[in-house]
């Protein structure tokens, strides 16, 4: 079991939901692997806590769809399926396509800095080799887009996705191979949205998604045959 993640005590909520927040970051993150067992006397001794908001958090990431009850085993963290990514990205390359054609019209100059600013660190942070700080680099830099939108429904809507979006997006990630064609891919969409190109913006926003989906789907099948052999 993943052993590198601390809960980190907040003296304004309920210890229930900080364990919860504490093992939905493990997840999401991939310190808790798929298919890894969440076993609640192991985790409660690891958070230095009792059983109970163990089993609650557990109960409440079962609702969400990151961990999954197996018969005779227990709870375990959810497998990241081929079909649960393709249910996410198929709503978010429509979304993120909608995003750059609005952010066409309405970015502001100081956003436009933003994002070529963003693009700057994004492409230092891939030399870092860090897992975490490209994902936050990458966050960041959608960030100021989906802001520049002007649009607080679309906001909320990016937002909710890009909770279910960080298991994959910690996938992709991974593919170091990957990363030069992220900033290059990052330079379309900045210099499509200076331009104020519209269709060449959303072209350039499809195309982010869907090589982030073929990225993502090898890192699954890799790592399912990975596992495969490990049973053998």
């Known amino acids: 079991m993943g052993d590198n993640f601390t809960v980190n005590m907040d003296e304004f909520l309920p210890l229930r939901d900080v364990v919860f ?30 059983r109970t908001p163990i089993r609650e958090a557990i109960r409440k990431l079962e609702l969400e769809g990151l ?4 018969p005779r085993r227990g709870a375990e963290v ?6 649960s990514l393709q249910d996410v990205l198929e709503v978010r390359r429509a979304l993120d396509a909608l995003c750059v054609e609005l952010a066409c019209d309405r970015i502001t100059s100081d956003e436009k800095e933003a994002l ?3 693009c700057d660190e ?6 870092t080799g860090d897992v975490t700080t490209i994902a936050g680099a990458d966050v960041a830099l959608h960030d100021i887009i989906v802001r520049a939108t002007g649009n607080q429904r679309l906001i909320q809507l990016i937002n909710n996705l890009s909770e279910q979006m960080y298991r994959y997006r910690f996938e992709y990630i991974k593919d170091e191979k990957g990363h030069d064609n992220l900033v290059n891919e990052h330079r379309m969409i900045y ?20 090589n982030q989906e073929q990225s993502i789907i090898r890192q699954i099948r890799l790592e399912r045959e990975q596992q495969l052999r490990k049973k053998k």
């Open 21 to 50: 927040n504490t093992l939905r970051r493990a997840i999401l993150t991939g310190e808790l692997k798929p298919g890894e067992r969440l076993m609640e006397i192991h985790l409660a001794n690891r958070l230095g806590v009792s």
């Open 67 to 70: 961990v999954t009850m197996i």
């Open 78 to 83: 959810a497998q990241i399926t081929e079909k």
């Open 116 to 118: 070529k600013n963003a």
């Open 122 to 127: 994004f492409e230092k942070a891939t030399a």
């Open 191 to 210: 210099e499509s949205i200076l331009q104020g190109d519209k269709e060449k913006a959303a072209e350039a926003a499809r195309l982010h998604i869907d």
